[in-house]
C-alpha cells in the first residue's frame, strides 16, 4: 500500500481485516461473502448504492450485531465483539449518521457521557478534548452549548467522541449526508489530519466524487457482497458507479416542462410556531401549478417536515393560509384535506406512511379509509381494496409474494414503490413528495422518478422535499430554498449547481459555508432521526 | 405446477375418500377398542389418506395467509403437519365426547371420527404455518404450566397427576359443566370489553368498576322500576351499558382532553366506583334487607328476569344464562367491528402505530375516547348474566374482580373473539374443578397458580414463537424473492 506513511508500517498487520463475512437478515438481502482489508493509517471507502448493505457490513464490525459466518481481525487477531463496547475496547469507534447528542449538555458533558471512567468529568477531561482537539486540527471547544453548534461542528464533537474512547479505526457512516458542500471539504480537511496522526478511517459513501477526493482506497459493495477494490488514482467515477450498480447510474431528470397557469395549491404567509413559541416554518408563500414539481432544498431541519405537516394539516398553522384549488383548506382535518385529493409520501415511512405488521392489502386502505375502493360506506371493501392492492403491485412493480405478506416483510423500496402507488390511487390533485427515493435501490429510484414524472406529465401538482440535492435538481420545475423555516432564494434547476445550492441552503456565500444553520431547527432535527433506510 | 399433465383427484373426492375412511374405521374398530382409541385411528388413517393423495390433489391455495409458499419447508414439515394431525384428532376426540353425551357410544364415535375426518383434509390443506405457530404456542404454554403446576404439588408432597385426576373428573360433571359455562359467559363479556382497549394499546383496568356500578344501577332500575317483560330486559340492559360507558367515558375524556394516563385514571375510577356503590347499598338509599345479614337492591319481578336454558343435554338439572346469546352476540359484533367496518380498521391502525394513523387522516383522540367509551358499554354488561339469569338482585355478595380476570383471559386469548371463548371456559374449568381439592385435603389455591402459569407462559411463549415465526416467514419471502430479483437481474 503506497499510501501508508512510513516503509516501516508496511509490515505492520492491517488495521481490520473482515473475511467471508455474511449476516443474514429477514426480507432484504444484508451481507454474503465479504472480504475487506484495510491497512492502517489510510482512508478507506466502502462505496455502494442505498441498500447494498453497507450500513449493515458496518453495524457488524462495530459490534452492534454478530455475523452469521465469517471473522474479524483487528490488527491482525481474531475478535468477537458482543456489544459496540467490545468494539471501542478494540480502538473501533463508529460515527453514525444520525448524531447521538444531547442538545442541552456542553461539549464536554457530551463527550465524556458513558467514558467518565478515562479521563474523569472535570479538568482532566477538558484538558485532554482540548489536548485531542489540538492535535486533530478540530477547533472543538469543550463549553460550548451543543445546541449552539451547526452540523458540521456536532460532527466533530462525534468524531471527538470516539478519539475521547480511544479509538485507532474511525467509521464514518454516510458522513456527508447532512452536509453542504462546503462542510463536506473542512470534514475531508479533518480525516487527513487524523490520516496524518495515524489514525485510520473507513468511510461510508455512495458519492463517487467524495470518495475519489479522499480515500486512499476504495472497495465496492453491491447487492450484499464486495465486488471490487479500486485505486482512486487509476479509476474515474464513472468506473465506479458501472461497479456499484452493475449497470449505468440512473439520472433524474426531467423532459419537456408540463407547468401550466392553474394554481393547485397556494400558501399565502404561513407561519407554524414550534411548542416554545420559535417560528419553525416563517412566513412562507408559495404557489404550485398544475403539472408542476417545486422542490425545496434545504438542510434537514429547518422546517420542511413542519412545512409538510402544516399543508396535510398535521400540525396547527400559527397564521397565513393555504387553499387548494381555490378553497381555503387551512383548518382542514386531515382526512378532509386528503379527501379534498392530496397525496402523501411521507419521509418517515415507517412512522407515518405503513402499517408494518398488516397485510399489504390492509395497508392499501390507509389514508384511504374514507374512499372507494376501499370501503363501502362504513364498512371495509376487502374485494375492493385486494383488488385495487394487485393492481398496485403490478403497476408499480412491487416486489412481493402476494398481496397478504405483511409490509415489515418487504424491502425499503418494495414498501415504499407501494405506497407511492396508494398515494396516486384515487387522482390526486396534489402530491407531497417527502424524500421519495430515501433508502431506496437504485432501480427502485428510477422507477419511482419515472412515476413521479408520468404524473406530472397527467397534470399533478407535486411538492418534492429531498435531501438529494442531484434529485432535487433533476426532478424540479422550481426550485426553492428553505432556511430557519423562510423561503430564502429561488433557484432555476436547469442552471444550478449543487454546490451553489448547498451554499444557499447554509445562507452563506460561496465560501465560509460555517454552518450555523440548524439554530433554528435543531429541535425539530431531533425528531427526525428515524433511520429509513428500510432495514438493510 | 406438479398437476399439469397426471392424473388427479378432485379435492371434494379426497375429502369424501377420507371422511369414509375414517368414520369406517373408527365404527368398525369401536367393536373391539375403546371408543378413543377406535376413534384415535380412525383419524390417523383419514390423515394418512389425505397426505398420501396430496401430491395429486389439485389444490393451488396451499399457499399461507401470510403469503409464503409453505409447502416442502422445513417449517411446514416438522410443525404445520403434526399441528395439523394434532388437530384433527382432537377435534375428533372433543366432538365425540361432547356427542356421547347425548348419543349412544358407537354413533358419537363415528361421528367424532367424521368430524376429525373431515379436520384432517382441512387442516392438512389450509392450515397456515402462522396458525399452526400459534396453536404450537398455546400446546406448549399448556405443557409448560401443567409441568409447573405438577413440580408445585409435588414438591408440596402431593400426588400432581392423581390431583389432575380428581380435577378433570369433577370439572366434567354434568352440574360442573353448566357452571363453567356460566361464569365463561360473565368471564368472556369481561375480557371483551378490556380486548376493545388492547386493540387500541388502551388498558382499560377500570372493567371492575365499570361492571360493579353498572350493575348495581341496572339492579336498582330493574328492582323499583316494574315494566312489562322485554321493555324490562331492555330497559336494564340498556342502563347496564350506559352506566358502564359514562364511567370508562370519564378515563377517555381525561386521557383525550388531558393526557391522564388511562391506567391510572380507571384505578382511581374502580377506588371512587367502590365508594359509590358502598354509599348506594345501604338501606337508607338504594337497598333493602335482603336476608338477615345481607342487604342488597330490591329483587325484580320475574318479567324483568331472563330465562335460562335447560342444560338437560349436559346431563344437568342446572340452566344455563339465557344472556349466553347476548355475549354471542356481542363476540360477534366485537368481530365484525374490529375487522369489517371502517371504525374497526382506524382502531387497529391507531393501535399499531399511532403516528401513521394520523398522517392518514384518523382522528387519534376520537378513537380514545370512543374505544374507552365502547370497552366501558361491554363492561358494564359482564354482571347482567348473574343478574338477570341468577340472584336477580345486587347485593353485598355480588361476585366482584370479574374486571381483573377479564384482563388475564383478554391476554390468554390474544384478544381474539374465538381465543377468548377458549381462554374463559380454561379460566372457568380451572375455578370449578379445583373446588373438589379441599375435599381431598389440597389446597385449592393450586388452580389459582396453575391459572397465573398459564397466562404468563401463553403471554410469553406466544410472544417468543411468533416473532420467531415471523423472522422465519420474513426470511422465506427474501429468499424467494431473492431468487426472482437474482434470475430478473441476470435476464437483463
Redesign the interface.
Known sequence: MSSTPSGDEALEPFAVELHGITK??????ANHDIDITVAPGTVHAIVGENGAGKSTLMKTLYGMHKPDEGQILVRGQEVRFNSPSDAIRHGIGMVHQHFMLADNLTVLENVVLGAERKHGIGRNARSRIQELSAQYGLGVDPDRLMEELGVGDRQRVEILKVLYRGAETIILDEPTAVLVPQEVDELFDNLRELKREGLTVIFISHKLDEVLSVADEITVIRRGTTVATADPRATTARELATLMV??ELPVPELRESTVTDHVVLSMTGVTVRSPEDRPVVDDVSLDIRQGEIVGIAGVEGNGQSELIEAI???RRIASGTITLEGRDITDW???????AGVG?I?EDRH?????????LW?NR???H??RRPS?RG???N?AGARADSERIVSEYDV????????A????GGNQQKFIIGREMSGDPRFLVAAHPTRGVDVGAQSAIWEQLREARAAGLAVLLISADLDELIGMSDTLHVILRGRLVAEADPTSVTPEQLGSAMTGAGLDGADAHTTEGGSGAEGTNRNESEGGA | MSNSGRRTVAAPVVLLLAVVLGVAATFALDLFLLWWAALLIGVTLAFGLVAALAPITPDERRIGADGTKEEGTPLHNVLVLPMSFILAVAGGLVSAWVLDLQLIEPVAAALGALVGSALAFVLFHRLAAMMALSFAAVLSAGVIAIAVTAAVLYFSGIAPFQTFGRMAEFGTRPDSMVQIINSSITYYLAAVAVAIGFKMKLFNIGVDGQYRLAALLAAAVGGYLVLPPVISQIVIIATAIVVGGVWAGIAGYLKVARGVSEVISTIMLNAIATGITAYLLSTDRLAVEISTNNIGTPPMPESAWVPGIPAGFLGSQREIYGLVFLAAAVGVLYWMMLNRTRFGFELRATGQSQTAAEASGVNVKKMVFLSMLFSGMIAGLVGLPQLLGHSHYYALDFPAGIGFIGIAIALLGRNHPVGIVFAALLWAFLDQAAGILPFDGIPQEIAVIAQATIVLTVVVVYEVVHRWGRRYQQQQIGKQLGRTVESSGEAQ
Open positions: 443474514r437478515f429477514p426480507g432484504v438481502v452493475g449497470g396535510m394539516g398535521m382535518a386531515t382526512l378532509r384535506i386528503r379527501e402523501y411521507p412512522r407515518h406512511g405503513v402499517l408494518l405488521e398488516s397485510p390492509e386502505i390507509l389514508g379509509q374514507t370501503v362504513s364498512w371495509i376487502r416486489r412481493t409474494p402476494n398481496i397478504d405478506v405483511i415489515d416483510a418487504l424491502s
